[in-house]
Structure formats: C-alpha cells, structure tokens
C-alpha cells in the first residue's frame, strides 16, 4: 500500500471516529500511532509517542496557556460578571433593547478579564436572563444574546485559544493578542446595532429600562475600574514590549488575584481551590488535544498526504478567496461534531501552511480561523455555549436557544466578510506594536 493512501485512509478513519463521539485526542493519538505503525514499524511507532509529549509539557511557550486560563477563573470565580453587567445597564439600559445590549458590552468587559468563553456565557446566564424576563424581553432573544456574546471571549484578549493558535502555527503570540482586540470590538458593536434595530423595529421583543441620571451613571463605573487596569498592564505590556506572553500572562493572573482578595471576592479556600483545579483540567485538555492531533500530523509528514494536500490546493486553477471561502466553510462542517479548541488544532497545521502559500497573512488568518470557531460556538447540533445556556435556563428549549442565535450567526459571517474585505482592521495594530 502506498505510504499517501496510508495517510489518506488515517484522515478518513479519524473522521469516522469524531463522528462517532471518541474525543479527538485519543482518536488522533490512535490512528496517528497506528498509521506510522504501518509505515514505518514499531520502534518509529512507539518512539513518537514516547517523545513528542514530553517536549511539549515542558515547553515554556505553552507555560502562557495556563496562565492566561487561570487568570480567566480567578475572574469567573471572583463574581465580576455583575459589576460589570450593572455597569453596562446604567449607560445603555434605556435604550431599545437595552438590556440585551448591556449583555453583549458586559460580556466583552468580562472577555478582557478573563478569556473564556463558555465562562462568559454561564455567568451572564444566570445574571442577565432573569433581568431581561423581569423587563418582558423574548426568551429567544434573551437566550440568544448571552449564547452568542459568551463567544466574545475567544477573540477580545487575553484569549487562550489566541495563543494556542500562535503556538500551533509558530507566530508571535503578542501579536496575535493584540490583532483581536479591534475585530472584537467589531463584533460586539455589529451585534449590539442588529439589537438595537431588532427592537427598535419590534419593541414587543423587550421593553428598555428606565433612563438615570448622569452621576449614577458615573458612580456604576466603580465597579468595574480594575478590568482597563488590568486591560492595560497584560495587552499595554505586550504592546510595548515590556512583557513577553508568559510574563504578561503571569502579571493579569497576578493582578486579578490581588484585586479579587483586596475586594474580598476571592476569600475562601474552596474558591481558589476550584480556580486552581479548573485551570488544571483546562490546561490538561488542551494539552492532551495537541498532543494527540501533533502525532496524526507526523503520520501525515511521513506519509507525505500533508505535502500533496498543499501542492494540490496551491495548483488548483480558481482564484485564491475561493480557497480561503472553502477552507472557511470547513470550520463550520467540523463546528458539528467539534469544540472550538479541536477545531483549530485539528486544522491549523494542514491549512496555515496553504494559506500562507496563497500570499495571505498568517496572523490576519488566525483571527479570521478563530472568528470561524466562534461561530460555531452557537451553531447546531454541537453549539457548546447554547448548552452553557441550557444548563441555566433548564425552561428554554435548546431550539429556542439556537434559534435565538441565528441572527448572530448571521451577524458573525458579515463580519468575518468585513473583515476579509478590509484586512487592515485586523493587522494596523500588529504592525505598529513594540514588543512579539
């Protein structure tokens, strides 16, 4: 049998068996080890998955991904989420669709604190959903929004799937944060004008809060004075080059810790033990995906499938955003059966490498892949922070959750065509910054 068929029939027995629900990192460590069996015997075989671990859980590089998760739930578990809810209500509660709004802006406050995306969408669950019923807002549109803006936080730094992608593809992980602050922002504004129209069109979908004054309005932002502070000294630090990723890491778990013990958020053992054992097993997770997708890759490298992938993608006579749509649309067939998180380890190492042949932007791509992973973060029959949802809104239906969706999904792919049109809004900050 030759050595590409071997690669070919590995790709297609990993899919069957993420179809079939084994988790992705076992499957791939299976048909990878099984694979270069067949290749190449034993002692290859077994020699790949001796080492390749190893290397990887003593990588200081990685070191970030702990970091960044850990900051994310010393913020989860010191209780942000209302400040930061109650802040956004204050100055955009009266508007049509107001509450709706301040979920989406409070999600994104929480997302530059923290990072976690379904995170986001637990907290603000069980915050905002019985705010906006209070005021008489439809329950699709009520599920819809904290599913859908939860999804913030794979893309507003710090992001730990941002810096997974970094180190996937070998790119500057600083740059990459920094590239996602301005497409965040994006996005979160797109969805608060489809909200804001929405209800402003059809006022029966929730009626606004009533208006206060100025001076309140100032008093809210008291609440959530530390999450530009520490905004500043993670992403500023990076920006100019003061911190490395790591070290920036270090310093927002740091500074999120001593803000949730001076507050008396965070004054109990069980509190920090849960942060320290979530963190923990996220980390495992992620750890236990690469591992396991980087020793199906080596099967693909000998078999030499990755390789011929390329040159035939790269030869194919059709313009160049016909690849890039394809490849996009990829993610929302794996977005079925995968988490975000598999879904970019699973692609990138296949596909960045076509990418960037084709003259595009390693790291204009990663936010455009990663913009792809939140969207299927809400889309069916996987859409893991609708289930999020779920979980805190046992009454909703999960279709009523997904459908409350859909128009996000719809805002979503016009902004990921925004941002294929004009490039520039994710690479001008990159470009200028100090530090990598």
Known sequence: MEAITIGLIGAGVLLVLLVLGMHIAFAGALVGFLGILALKGWGVGTGTIGFLPHPLSTSYG????????????????????????ATARAWV??????????????????????????????????????????????????AGVVAA????????????????????????????????????????????????IR????????????????????????????????????????YLGIFTPTEAGAAGAFSVLVFALVTRRLTTWSSLKESLLDTGQTTVMI??????????????????????????????????????IGFLSIYVVLGMFLTATSMLILTCPLIVPVVVALGYDP??????????????????????????????????????????????????VLTVAILIAFPQIILILPTYMLGG
Do not use: Q
């Open 62 to 85: 990685l070191s970030v991904i702990p970091l960044f998760i850990l900051m994310g739930y010393f913020a989860y578990h010191a209780g942000v989420t209302r400040d930061i809810y």
């Open 363 to 412: 790291i204009w791509f990663g936010i455009i892949a990663i913009k792809m992973c939140e969207i299927c973060l809400i889309t069916p029959p996987v859409g893991l922070n609708v289930y999020v949802v779920r979980s805190v809104a046992p009454d909703i239906p999960v279709e009523d959750i997904f459908r409350g969706a859909l128009p996000f999904f719809l805002m979503d």
């Open 199 to 238: 209800v402003r069109l059809n006022p029966s979908l929730g009626r606004p809060e009533p208006p206060i004054s100025f001076k309140k309005k100032l008093v809210s932002l008291r609440g959530v004075v530390f999450i530009p502070i520490i905004f500043i000294v993670v992403i500023g630090g990076l």
């Open 287 to 324: 750890f236990l995906i690469i591992v396991g997708i980087l020793i199906f890759m080596r099967l693909l490298a000998l078999s030499g499938t990755s390789m011929a992938f390329i040159n035939f993608v790269t030869g194919l006579a059709v313009p160049r955003i016909v690849i890039l």
């Open 149 to 196: 803006s939860g999804t913030l936080a794979a893309l507003i730094p710090p992001s730990a799937l941002v810096v997974v992608y970094a180190i996937l593809v070998e790119e500057s992980v600083g740059k990459l944060l920094i590239a996602g602050i301005i497409p965040g922002i994006v996005s979160a504004i797109i969805y608060a004008l489809m909200l804001y």
């Open 93 to 142: 509660g009266h508007l049509p669709g107001g509450l709706a709004i301040a979920t989406v802006f409070g999600c994104a406050g929480f997302a530059a604190a923290s990072g976690a995306s379904t995170a986001a969408a637990a907290v603000f669950g069980r915050v905002a959903i019985p705010e906006m019923r209070r005021y008489g807002y439809d329950r699709r549109l009520s």
